[in-house]
Nanobody, 124 residues
Framework: QVQLVESGGGLVQSGGSLRLSCAASGRSLSSYWMGWFRQAPGKEREFIAARYWNGYTTTNDADFVKGRFAVSGDNAKNTVYLQMNSLKPEDTAVYYC????????????????RGQGTQVTVSS
């Protein structure tokens, strides 16, 4: 069984930055995509970005991601990161990590594994 644990969330002022981490444990996630999505209160979940175990990444081309969010990772640590810059109050949400063998499943927010989420709050 795989466990995903997110960390790095918190309160930040508008314009600030945060780096979220997602550590996987329980088994190797080679041949898996690990990625991020978020859910704000009263809104639908949104896929953000994902990284394949070989380092390849894919990012949602939605405006809210462009130029501000970037995914990276460290296979040796079984960890994926989400760097978030120029944060805005509308980025306030719970950010979740997820993992799946297929990127389409991950992007559809139906990943095989999911963490408990970390709260990000951006004050104006």
């Amino acid at each position: 069984q795989v466990q995903l644990v997110e960390s790095g969330g918190g309160l930040v002022q508008s314009g600030g930055s945060l780096r979220l981490s997602c550590a996987a444990s329980g088994r190797s996630l080679s041949s898996y995509w690990m990625g991020w999505f978020r859910q704000a209160p009263g809104k639908e979940r949104e896929f953000i970005a994902a990284r394949y175990w070989n380092g390849y990444t894919t990012t949602n081309d939605a405006d809210f991601v462009k130029g501000r969010f970037a995914v990276s990772g460290d296979n040796a640590k079984n960890t994926v990161y989400l760097q978030m810059n120029s944060l805005k109050p509308e980025d306030t949400a719970v950010y979740y990590c997820s993992a799946d063998r297929l990127i389409t499943t991950l992007q559809a927010l139906r990943g095989e594994y999911r963490g408990q989420g970390t709260q990000v709050t951006v004050s104006s």
